[in-house]
């Protein structure tokens, strides 16, 4: 008697916490035995090689908007300077691996990436101390990498400062002339341990005070793409994704 409560009990937990997943779990159940009845011969269909995807079924495609946005505004910029080589620190593995196809990618990580492709090559670094010349690329673009550096998230050193000496590094080894894709969180500027950093507009214009500002361009907290946005916005964000065009001078 006591089991039977409790099997009753339980699954009346499971239908009042998790009803939506329940009758998507029936729902696959229902549309997988009429497939099987459907079903054309050419591949066998068993219940032991069901693979369930309940969350799939949406009116548009999900993306995330920093992720997406950033580096196709990189892209552009690339498209429009033509770089011979470019040099990319730490920014999310999808950008300089398409960007390759098109223009040599050295890319820099301190986790590198074992990926094999013409055009592209990995190294380590660190990017608070690069094994780099001065004055070596002509375009480098870190984005959304910095905002981490000394918050010991990635296994790197704690150093409240270690944002500043990237930001330093990125403009030592940049040429004269050169252009810096330099890609982070800003608003509400605060640390948020051991996540990121959230930088104002201001603050980042005085730490590549040596640098012209080319373009600006922002993904706001609604995750809208405002090219050539204006910089008051950036006060009113609490999580926005701003990029910047900077050119060394």
């Not at 074992?114 to 870190?142: M, P, Q, R, Y």
């Not at 500002?213 to 950036?234: C, H, P, R, W, Y």
């Amino acid at each position: 008697m006591y089991i039977k409560s409790f099997i009753i009990q339980t699954t009346k937990d499971i239908l009042i916490r998790f009803p939506k997943k329940i009758i998507l779990l029936f729902k696959f159940i229902s549309e997988f035995n009429r497939f099987k009845s459907l079903n054309d011969q050419r591949f066998t269909v068993s219940a032991k090689h069901i693979y369930p995807c309940l969350n799939d079924r949406v009116a548009t495609t999900p993306f995330d908007h920093h992720y997406i946005y950033h580096p196709a505004w990189a892209a552009r910029i690339l498209a429009k300077t033509k770089p011979e080589t470019h040099a990319d620190f730490s920014s999310i593995l999808s950008f300089s691996s398409v960007v390759s196809a098109f223009i040599p990618i050295k890319f820099f990580d301190y986790r590198p990436a074992h990926l094999k492709l013409n055009n592209w090559t990995g190294n380590f670094a660190d990017l608070c101390n690069l094994d780099i010349d001065d004055n070596s690329f002509e375009s480098v673009s870190c984005m959304h990498t910095v905002e981490h550096i000394g918050l010991g998230r990635y296994g790197d050193t704690l150093d409240p400062i270690g944002d500043i000496k990237a930001i330093n590094e990125l403009k030592r080894i940049t040429k004269q002339g050169g252009n810096i894709l330099f890609v982070t969180p800003v608003g509400k500027q605060r640390i948020e341990y051991n996540a990121h950093r959230i930088y104002s507009f201001e603050l980042v214009i005085d730490l590549f005070k040596e640098c012209q500002l080319m373009e600006f361009s922002l993904i706001d907290d609604k995750g809208d793409f405002i090219e050539n946005a204006q910089t008051e916005l950036v006060k009113k964000q609490n999580y926005g994704c701003g990029c910047f065009w900077f050119k060394k001078i």
